[in-house]
Nanobody, 125 residues
Framework: QVQLVESGGGGVQAGGSLRLSCAVS????????MGWFRQTPGKERKFVAA?????????DYADPVKGRFTISRDNAKNTVYLQMNSLKPEDTAVYYC?????????????????WGQGTQVTVSS
């Protein structure tokens, strides 16, 4: 059974940084494309970033986070990261890690079959 466990969320002031981690177990992590999504109350889950299966390969970012967030993965540690810099209050959300068995990126949440429980990120002004 594939499990994804996020960590690293918390509260930070605007302009600060956080790094989220997502540890994956129970599946061939190195073959999965991985993504991060975020969700605020009453809104749909939105794409944040994705990285293809191969370390250092193709990445994709939503426009609101381009230039501020960086997604990366360490296949030896079965972990994907989201480095978030220059955080803004509008980045406040629950952040979810997601994995898909196909190795290429997708922005659609329906394309991801594996999800973590989410971690709260709160950015205060």
């Amino acid at each position: 059974q594939v499990q994804l466990v996020e960590s690293g969320g918390g509260g930070v002031q605007a302009g600060g940084s956080l790094r989220l981690s997502c540890a994956v177990s129970g599946g061939p992590f190195s073959t999965y494309a991985m993504g991060w999504f975020r969700q605020t109350p009453g809104k749909e889950r939105k794409f944040v970033a994705a990285v293809t299966w191969k370390s250092g390969a193709s990445t994709d970012y939503a426009d609101p986070v381009k230039g501020r967030f960086t997604i990366s993965r360490d296949n030896a540690k079965n972990t994907v990261y989201l480095q978030m810099n220059s955080l803004k209050p509008e980045d406040t959300a629950v952040y979810y890690c997601a994995g898909r068995r196909q190795g290429w990126n997708s922005r659609r949440s329906l394309d991801y079959g594996y999800w973590g429980q989410g971690t709260q990120v709160t950015v205060s002004s």
